[in-house]
Protein backbone atom coordinates (compact mmCIF):
# COMPACT_ATOMS: atom_id res chain seq x y z
CA UNK A 1 0.00 0.00 0.00
CA UNK A 2 1.09 3.74 -0.76
CA UNK A 3 1.45 5.86 2.41
CA UNK A 4 0.96 9.39 2.15
CA UNK A 5 1.92 11.99 4.60
CA UNK A 6 0.70 15.87 4.25
CA UNK A 7 1.96 19.05 4.90
CA UNK A 8 2.16 22.71 4.51
CA UNK A 9 -1.11 23.72 6.59
CA UNK A 10 -1.56 26.63 8.52
CA UNK A 11 -3.59 30.17 8.74
CA UNK A 12 -3.84 32.73 6.58
CA UNK A 13 -5.97 35.95 5.69
CA UNK A 14 -8.87 36.13 3.11
CA UNK A 15 -6.74 36.92 0.15
CA UNK A 16 -3.80 34.61 0.89
CA UNK A 17 -1.98 31.71 -0.12
CA UNK A 18 -0.84 28.24 1.27
CA UNK A 19 0.70 25.46 -0.66
CA UNK A 20 0.30 22.05 0.13
CA UNK A 21 2.46 19.05 -0.06
CA UNK A 22 1.87 15.29 -0.15
CA UNK A 23 4.71 12.82 0.07
CA UNK A 24 4.03 9.37 -1.32
CA UNK A 25 6.92 7.26 -1.48
CA UNK A 26 6.55 5.11 -4.74
CA UNK A 27 3.34 6.50 -6.14
CA UNK A 28 5.06 8.10 -8.73
CA UNK A 29 7.20 4.96 -10.00
CA UNK A 30 3.86 2.78 -9.50
CA UNK A 31 1.60 5.08 -11.83
CA UNK A 32 -0.62 6.23 -9.44
CA UNK A 33 -2.76 9.11 -8.91
CA UNK A 34 -3.45 11.70 -6.51
CA UNK A 35 -6.27 13.02 -5.16
CA UNK A 36 -7.40 16.32 -2.44
CA UNK A 37 -10.26 16.11 -0.65
CA UNK A 38 -11.05 18.40 2.14
CA UNK A 39 -13.29 17.12 5.45
CA UNK A 40 -15.28 19.71 8.09
CA UNK A 41 -17.30 18.68 10.49
CA UNK A 42 -20.51 20.56 8.65
CA UNK A 43 -19.83 19.45 5.04
CA UNK A 44 -17.76 16.30 5.41
CA UNK A 45 -15.76 14.92 3.32
CA UNK A 46 -15.38 16.74 -0.51
CA UNK A 47 -13.15 16.27 -3.43
CA UNK A 48 -10.97 19.06 -3.80
CA UNK A 49 -8.28 17.94 -6.74
CA UNK A 50 -6.51 15.26 -8.43
CA UNK A 51 -3.65 14.92 -10.68
CA UNK A 52 -3.23 11.53 -12.66
CA UNK A 53 -0.81 9.64 -13.75
CA UNK A 54 -0.13 11.48 -16.93
CA UNK A 55 -0.74 14.72 -15.58
CA UNK A 56 -3.92 15.59 -16.26
CA UNK A 57 -5.83 17.80 -13.54
CA UNK A 58 -8.97 18.58 -12.28
CA UNK A 59 -10.60 20.73 -9.87
CA UNK A 60 -14.48 21.04 -7.69
CA UNK A 61 -15.70 24.42 -9.09
CA UNK A 62 -15.11 26.38 -6.10
CA UNK A 63 -11.46 26.24 -6.47
CA UNK A 64 -10.86 26.58 -10.50
CA UNK A 65 -9.17 29.54 -11.14
CA UNK A 66 -7.19 30.02 -7.53
CA UNK A 67 -6.06 26.30 -6.55
CA UNK A 68 -3.25 24.44 -9.26
CA UNK A 69 -2.39 20.68 -8.50
CA UNK A 70 1.04 19.63 -9.50
CA UNK A 71 4.17 16.93 -8.93
CA UNK A 72 7.25 16.38 -8.65
CA UNK A 73 8.27 13.21 -9.72
CA UNK A 74 11.68 13.37 -8.47
CA UNK A 75 10.56 13.51 -4.85
CA UNK A 76 7.38 11.52 -4.99
CA UNK A 77 5.19 14.99 -4.05
CA UNK A 78 2.26 16.30 -4.73
CA UNK A 79 1.64 19.55 -4.12
CA UNK A 80 -1.59 21.90 -3.83
CA UNK A 81 -0.87 25.78 -4.71
CA UNK A 82 -3.82 27.74 -3.04
CA UNK A 83 -4.25 31.23 -3.82
CA UNK A 84 -7.14 33.75 -3.52
CA UNK A 85 -7.97 31.70 -0.10
CA UNK A 86 -11.44 32.15 1.14
CA UNK A 87 -12.84 31.56 5.09
CA UNK A 88 -14.76 28.86 3.36
CA UNK A 89 -11.71 26.87 2.37
CA UNK A 90 -11.09 26.47 6.04
CA UNK A 91 -11.07 22.56 6.75
CA UNK A 92 -8.49 19.55 6.96
CA UNK A 93 -6.85 18.28 4.12
CA UNK A 94 -6.23 14.86 2.65
CA UNK A 95 -4.44 13.36 -0.01
CA UNK A 96 -4.68 9.57 -1.30
CA UNK A 97 -3.62 8.26 -4.03
CA UNK A 98 -6.20 6.17 -6.78
CA UNK A 99 -5.57 3.82 -9.85
CA UNK A 100 -3.89 0.61 -9.96
CA UNK A 101 -4.82 -1.95 -7.50
CA UNK A 102 -1.51 -1.48 -6.15
CA UNK A 103 -2.29 2.41 -5.54
CA UNK A 104 -4.43 1.74 -2.81
CA UNK A 105 -3.95 3.50 0.53
CA UNK A 106 -4.77 4.36 3.99
CA UNK A 107 -5.94 7.79 4.36
CA UNK A 108 -2.95 10.44 6.09
CA UNK A 109 -3.11 12.63 9.03
CA UNK A 110 -4.28 15.22 6.97
CA UNK A 111 -2.89 19.11 7.20
CA UNK A 112 -5.25 22.11 8.93
CA UNK A 113 -5.90 24.96 6.79
CA UNK A 114 -7.69 27.66 8.63
CA UNK A 115 -8.53 30.72 6.75
CA UNK A 116 -9.61 34.37 8.85
CA UNK A 117 -11.85 37.07 7.18
Known amino acids: QVQVVESGGGSAQAGGSLRLSCTAP????????MHWYRQTTRNGREWVSL???????SYTDSVKGRFTISKDKAKDTVYLQMNSLKPEDTATYFC???????????WGQGTQVTVSS
Open 96 to 106: KTYGFQWCAGD
Open 26 to 33: GFTSSNCG
Open 51 to 57: ISNSGST
